[in-house]
C-alpha cells in the first residue's frame, strides 16, 4: 500500500503564499513523477503542476509563473510553492505519486483564497 500525506493548506488572503507538501510512503520502489491538481466546486479536477524523477515539470496554463513545484527524492516528498494566490485559486488540492502503471491519490487540502 502506498500513503500520501498531504499538509499546508489553509486560508490565506489574495495576494499571499502558501506552501504545501505531500509525502509518500508504503511499497514505493520506483517513482515516475509526483504532482499536484486541484479541483473547485462544480469544476473538474485540473492539472496544477508534476515533477519527475530527473526534474522535468508541467504546469497549468493558469499557473503563469505563480506556482514552482519540487521534490526531494529521498524523502519522497513534493512541494508546491504557491505565490501571488487568486480567489479562483479557491479548490482542494490533491497530491498524485505516479509508479506507473499505478497511480495513487491523497486526500486533498483545502486552499482558501479570501479577503
Known amino acids: 500500500q502506498v500513503q500520501l500525506v498531504e499538509s499546508g493548506g489553509g486560508l490565506v488572503q489574495p495576494g499571499g503564499s502558501l506552501r504545501l507538501s505531500c509525502a509518500a510512503s508504503?511499497?514505493?520502489?520506483?517513482?515516475?513523477?509526483m504532482g499536484w491538481y486541484r479541483q473547485a466546486p462544480g469544476k473538474q479536477r485540473e492539472l496544477v503542476a508534476t515533477?519527475?524523477?530527473?526534474?522535468?515539470?508541467n504546469y497549468g496554463n493558469f499557473v503563469k509563473g505563480r506556482f514552482t513545484i519540487s521534490r526531494d527524492n529521498a524523502k519522497k516528498t513534493v512541494y508546491l510553492q504557491m505565490n501571488s494566490l487568486k480567489p479562483e485559486d479557491t479548490a482542494v488540492y490533491y497530491c498524485?505519486?505516479?509508479?506507473?502503471?499505478?497511480?495513487?491519490w491523497g486526500q486533498g487540502t483545502q486552499v482558501t483564497v479570501s479577503s
Open positions: 498524485n505519486i505516479d509508479l506507473r502503471p499505478r497511480e495513487y
Open positions: 508504503g511499497s514505493i520502489f520506483n517513482i515516475y513523477a
Open positions: 515533477i519527475t524523477r530527473a526534474g522535468t515539470t
